[in-house]
């Protein structure tokens, strides 16, 4: 009997044990793109909905053990890469971008966490920018990681080039850290190409909102559609998800990634009383 074929995404992040952002966020928004998700250990955190107050990296051995075995056996569509803590992970994350260079990579350079701790050394990042951007299809920072990747630049979008030029193809610059009536999120791409999305800023803050929509793309790419289409589709699941979204603890809010199965059921539920 054939395995049952269904876009796969691998992805490597950390764990976050109130379930609003790494992994756990990363798995709901793959599946709900309709596709299988392989999660890898990069870190564990101790982590709230308010801050990160400690991070313990994964040794590279162990994270590249866990990459393999399932490149091996599964045919994976897409790599999404979340949060790399040290400069020994990203060298390891390199050596298998390198390896499996012809699987499209989306990669969310998460730097500092939502109540400001920083989450990687210097080293981490420098060795990203290095090794880690020549294999990335899309990069996906808000304005505030756009600033730290390229120091000096006047502001977010005049960092973009750099990223550019660094071997990014495409990078979506987020705009929900900006004091802007609306979020502007923009999509650059190596050739030129350059699209905005002008959307409703919702007035709650949320934790994992930036893993949500980078594993989104990631989905949606492994499903086959273009970047354009995918970056699109993407921004409206994760707006959705976010005022979908619900406060659990004393902190952030988390989205509600699997809103739309609620809101199906509702539906199946509507249509059985009508």
Not at 125 to 143: C, G, Q, R, W
Not at 196 to 213: A, K
Not at 239 to 251: E, V
Request: hydrophobic residues 40%; proline residues 5%; charged residues 20%.
């Amino acid at each position: 009997m054939e395995p049952y074929t269904l876009p796969i995404v691998l992805t490597i992040a950390g764990n976050d044990p109130t379930g609003g952002a790494g992994l756990s966020a990363d798995v709901e928004a793959i599946i709900s793109q309709g596709c299988h998700a392989l999660p890898v250990l990069s870190c564990i955190t101790v982590q709230d909905t308010c801050d990160v107050l400690a991070v313990e990296t994964v040794h590279p051995d162990l994270l590249i053990q866990q990459a393999r075995t399932v490149l091996e056996d599964l045919p994976v569509d897409v790599i999404k890469i979340g949060l790399l803590s040290s400069e020994e992970n990203v060298e390891a994350v390199h050596e298998l971008l390198v390896d499996y260079a012809d699987i499209p990579v989306v990669l969310d350079p998460i730097i500092s966490a939502g109540g400001g701790n920083l989450l990687c050394d210097e080293g981490a990042v420098e060795a990203m920018k290095d090794l880690l951007f020549p294999y990335t299809t899309i990069l996906t920072p808000n304005s505030e990681e756009a600033r730290l990747l390229v120091p000096g630049s006047d502001n977010a979008q005049s960092a973009i080039p750099s990223l550019l030029e660094m071997g990014c193809k495409w990078v979506l610059l987020t705009g929900t850290h900006e004091n802007t009536s609306e979020v502007i999120n923009r999509l650059y791409s190596s050739d030129g190409e350059h699209e905005q999305f002008n959307w409703p800023r919702l007035e709650h803050t949320y934790h994992g909102s930036g893993c949500t929509l980078s594993s989104a793309i990631a989905g949606l790419l492994a499903q086959g559609l273009d970047m354009n289409e995918a970056v699109a589709q993407a921004q409206d699941y994760t707006w959705h998800a976010l005022q979908n979204g619900y406060r659990l603890g004393m902190g952030q809010r988390h989205p509600n990634r699997l809103f739309w199965a609620e809101q199906s059921l509702q539906e199946n539920e509507g249509n059985q009383n009508s």
